[in-house]
């Protein structure tokens, strides 16, 4: 079993709608990213968290600590937001190795 | 304020050569971090370096792989003798010395012909 699950790993959405992309862990964190994939393309770093919410534009991720889950939402989705969303984990004690999901892929059609 | 660079953005090589993949960090940044995506699978760690030193190695694969950060200039990710599997994306990471937040550059594709 990955120490790093995704949920789901396909994800089509009509523009407009609210996503919610989830990320299970099994392991001791210290943080965890939410980045994105365009295809072809680069990684960007979306969020980092340890606790709690953060909110940049329509773009909100949670985690809850106790459950070692967190997710990321996207409101008013855009065909723009189309990419592949990576949840990475920084272990407990290591502050810069990455454990990685493989990824959700969403596509948002016009 | 240039971000993480890296080139080629594609490089392809013939089974047996050599694989040179570079990367020049964030300005200030003075930790690199290299990552592989190999095909339907995720990223994975690979190494983790600072100026002229290696911290950890432990996701390079033992044989022909290496990697360097010299006190000028990029890093360097080293496969010798390359074979197809080595097929992937490489991406490296930077980071700064007050957080150690990680900042991607945009991938060197390598295929092994």
């Known amino acids: 079993k990955n120490e790093v699950e995704q949920s789901p790993q396909n994800l089509t959405a009509q523009e407009g709608e609210f996503i919610t992309i989830n990320c299970s862990y099994s392991v001791g964190i210290s943080a965890l990213h939410w980045l994105q994939q365009h295809p072809g393309g680069g990684i960007v770093s979306l969020f980092m968290?340890?606790?709690g919410k953060k909110k940049h534009g329509r773009l909100i991720a949670t985690i809850n600590i106790q459950e070692k889950h967190s997710s990321l939402h996207i409101t008013a989705s855009h065909p723009r937001d189309s990419a592949v969303y990576i949840c990475?984990?920084?272990?407990?004690?290591?502050?810069?190795?990455?454990?990685f999901g493989k990824g959700t892929l969403l596509t948002v059609n016009p | 304020n240039a971000g993480v660079m890296q080139n080629p953005r594609h490089l392809v090589r013939r089974r047996g050569q050599e694989a040179r993949l570079r990367c020049s960090p964030m300005?200030?940044?003075?930790?690199v971090y290299w990552y592989r995506q190999l095909p339907e699978e995720g990223l994975k760690f690979m190494v983790y370096?600072?100026?002229?030193?290696?911290?950890?190695e432990s996701g390079m694969p033992k044989e022909r792989f290496s990697a360097e950060f010299p006190k000028e200039g990029p890093s360097i990710l080293r496969i010798q003798q390359v074979v197809r599997g080595d097929s992937a994306a490489y991406f490296c990471a930077s980071s700064g010395t007050t957080t150690y937040e990680q900042y991607f550059g945009p991938g060197t594709r390598l295929t092994v012909t």
């Open positions: 990475a984990v920084e272990r407990g004690g290591s502050n810069y190795k990455l454990t």
């Open positions: 968290l340890s606790s």
């Open positions: 370096l600072q100026k002229e030193n290696i911290i950890d």
């Open positions: 300005k200030g940044h003075s930790h």
